[in-house]
């Protein structure tokens, strides 16, 4: 190549949007940059002869070094898409994403003389397709909510009419028994009863649909010992014992905080086997990427091939049948939990009791 092949090919470089550079030598030295590099860089003419470790450090701490020397001894190309790469600007680090190839020049005889490196910022595109994906993420789970909130309002007629029935009756008979009594009052008790426990359903899915993250530290150490108060005398079933262990706070939402161990605490108490009193044991451990908080009972246990599906709307084990619920608990915790990118892990045994693990991940700014 004649040098004024040479310098119109740099000309037309200098002039392309695309960001170009080219290194030689396994100290991978900046033989060229364009301005479109030198701006992705975030440095100036400078670098210029410099080997990349010397002018970028941090290149090397973020695996590239490794990646160029390799395509410089091998003469393999290396191309990557929306890779994560740290940009410093003197005090400034940004964090970008890039499409990039590492493409070896090679003369006559296969030797790589060069590595021509061209790159891509795609961090606005995965931007986009991250709020796209979130959006459509937030719609399908507002959509199930309202579907299932709908359901509930819906399941709520049902007991109101029973209540008008049995007044109605009651009205039209003056002279009933006191057995009769009972019974039309039992009844519409009842009722009232299941309307309520629907009512508080509806609730809290309604709480779950607009959940956010929110940064508020919650002391769980005075809070559990409440739910747990709540769920004994809801249940009618004092625990035997009541195992505390350490209690780490949680950043959160305290209403939606509630929704899942009440939830969970109350399913405890729930299926207490009826000759039995509850032992229920709750812990927690931090680990590199959140919380995790345990709750173990002593309860019926869930059969080993049904464990997967109970988180499924509307779905009880087989084994539930004789206590009162809708199948819809669990549904709700773990959609909550999806919606902060938490998890909920379910260990148990028929007639062996269950182990909750609850993950809560930490807030991100």
């Not at 959940?211 to 530290?217: L, M, R």
């Given at each position: 190549m004649t040098e004024n092949n040479a310098e119109f090919i740099l000309n037309i470089l200098n002039k392309s949007h695309l960001s170009t550079a080219i290194y030689q030598g396994e100290d991978l030295r900046i033989i060229y940059a364009n301005q479109a590099m030198m701006t992705l860089w975030c440095a100036n003419q400078t670098v210029i002869g410099k080997p990349l470790t010397v002018a970028f450090p941090h290149f090397q701490e973020e695996g590239f070094v490794r990646i160029l020397q390799n395509v410089w001894k091998t003469g393999t190309p290396y191309i990557a898409s929306n890779t994560v790469a740290h940009i410093v600007d003197g005090p400034l680090v940004y964090k970008r994403y890039f499409d990039f190839e590492y493409k070896p020049i090679c003369n006559d005889q296969e030797e790589v003389i060069a590595i021509l490196n061209t790159a891509v910022d795609v961090t606005r595109q995965k931007d986009a397709i991250k709020t796209i994906e979130e959006q459509k993420l937030k719609l399908s789970f507002n959509n199930e909510l309202e579907i299932i909130t709908h359901t509930l309002a819906h399941d709520a007629k049902n007991p109101i009419s029973i209540a008008r029935l049995a007044v109605s009756h009651l009205q039209q008979m003056q002279d009933l028994e006191n057995e009769n009594l009972k019974k039309w009052y039992g009844l519409i008790?009842?009722?009232?009863?299941?309307?309520?426990?629907?009512?508080?359903?509806?609730?809290?899915?309604?709480?779950?649909?607009?959940?956010?993250?929110?940064?508020?530290?919650?002391?769980?150490?005075v809070l559990l010992r409440k739910w747990i108060d709540e769920a004994s005398i809801l249940y009618n079933k004092p625990p035997e014992t009541v195992v505390m262990g350490q209690f780490l706070p949680l950043k959160g939402d305290v209403g939606a905080i509630y929704l899942i161990f009440s939830n969970i605490i109350g399913n405890a108490f729930k299926y207490t086997p009826k000759d039995s009193t509850a032992r229920i044991e709750i812990y927690s451990e931090t680990t590199s990427k959140g919380v995790v908080y345990y709750v173990k009972d002593n309860g019926i246990g869930i059969p080993t091939q049904e464990v997967n599906s109970i988180f499924l709307n509307f779905h009880r084990a087989s084994n539930s049948q004789d206590h009162y619920g809708k199948g819809n608990g669990l549904y709700i915790v773990k959609k909550i939990l999806d919606s902060i990118n938490g998890n909920i892990n379910i260990m148990s045994k028929l007639d062996n009791g269950t182990k909750v693990r609850l993950f809560f991940p930490y807030p991100t700014n």
């Open positions: 008790d009842d009722a009232i009863s299941s309307l309520n426990s629907i009512i508080d359903k509806t609730v809290q899915l309604s709480k779950a649909k607009s959940y956010e993250i929110a940064q508020n530290t919650i002391n769980m150490e």
